[in-house]
């Protein structure tokens, strides 16, 4: 074909393309060799600067070069507590400890017994020859009206008797049998404090009594 405003044909040329031989020569060429000053890299791999290399790694942290005697998961907070006459059946690791664990368990153990017995009083209040709906609508009333009733009591007890025994603690510099019992009698009295006098008196006395009671099995083993 000539062109109209040139004297040079243009034909079209379509691209070579390569044979399977070239690749599989190109691939098995050896890797091109980089030379920095004296040093070279066979394997075509640039080497690292001098600043990258000459570093001692024990100054790069304080845990650095301890090898196997690196314990990370040794707390100080698994030492007992300090304090004297603290410690008895169950191991004491100070207020936060008694205080944390403490409100947990029994918020746990009143929430537990609070279902079993609102369960067992859904099935004593269900009427005769009532519908399956019924029944299990009974039974999940009792349920969640006695469990969080008994769990959030104790909760509060807890509560309340750990922050003043600590402080007694913290006052006396020692854990007693009487620490125990001036701590459950003002929480027990607080507890009924809008009660009237003599439920005041009542719950007082039967806390303190508690409280003491656990103390002294507490500290006898």
Same mark, same amino acid.
């Given at each position: 074909?000539?062109?109209?405003?040139?004297?040079?044909?243009?034909?079209?040329?379509?691209?070579?393309?390569?044979?399977?031989?070239?690749?599989?020569?190109?691939?098995?060429?050896?890797?091109?060799?980089?030379?920095?000053?004296?040093?070279?890299?066979?394997?075509?791999?640039?080497?690292?600067?001098?600043?990258?290399?000459?570093?001692?790694?024990?100054?790069?942290?304080?845990?650095?070069?301890?090898?196997?005697?690196?314990?990370?998961?040794?707390?100080?907070?698994?030492?007992?507590?300090?304090?004297?006459?603290?410690?008895?059946?169950?191991?004491?690791?100070?207020?936060?400890?008694?205080?944390?664990?403490?409100?947990?368990?029994?918020?746990?153990?009143?929430?537990?017994?609070?279902?079993?017995?609102?369960?067992?009083?859904?099935?004593?209040?269900?009427?005769?020859?009532?519908?399956?709906?019924?029944?299990?609508?009974? %039974?999940?009333?009792?349920? #969640?009206?006695?469990?969080?009733? $008994? *769990?959030?009591?104790?909760?509060?007890? /807890? &509560? @309340?008797?750990?922050?003043?025994?600590?402080?007694?603690?913290?006052?006396?510099?020692?854990?007693?049998?009487?620490?125990?019992? %001036?701590?459950?009698?003002? #929480?027990?009295?607080?507890?009924? $404090? *809008?009660?009237?006098?003599?439920?005041? /008196? &009542? @719950?007082?006395?039967?806390?303190?009594?508690?409280?003491?009671?656990?103390?002294?099995?507490?500290?006898?083993?």
């Amino acid at each position: 074909m000539v062109w109209p405003f040139g004297s040079k044909s243009a034909t079209s040329e379509k691209p070579s393309l390569a044979s399977p031989s070239e690749f599989v020569n190109d691939a098995s060429s050896p890797a091109v060799t980089t030379t920095t000053g004296s040093s070279s890299a066979s394997t075509g791999t640039p080497e690292l600067p001098s600043f990258m290399t000459d570093i001692d790694l024990s100054t790069l942290h304080p845990l650095a070069g301890l090898g196997n005697d690196l314990q990370i998961l040794d707390f100080e907070d698994d030492a007992l507590s300090s304090l004297p006459g603290s410690n008895g059946i169950f191991a004491s690791r100070g207020f936060v400890d008694d205080l944390c664990y403490g409100t947990g368990f029994l918020y746990l153990g009143g929430l537990g017994i609070g279902g079993v017995y609102g369960f067992a009083e859904g099935l004593r209040q269900q009427p005769p020859n009532a519908p399956a709906k019924l029944k299990l609508n009974s %039974v999940l009333n009792g349920i #969640t009206r006695r469990g969080p009733f $008994l *769990g959030n009591t104790t909760g509060v007890l /807890a &509560i @309340s008797y750990n922050m003043i025994n600590g402080f007694l603690d913290v006052t006396r510099s020692y854990h007693d049998i009487y620490n125990s019992v %001036v701590a459950g009698a003002l #929480t027990g009295g607080f507890y009924r $404090l *809008g009660h009237g006098f003599r439920p005041m /008196a &009542i @719950s007082a006395a039967v806390m303190g009594g508690t409280m003491g009671l656990w103390n002294y099995i507490n500290s006898a083993f």
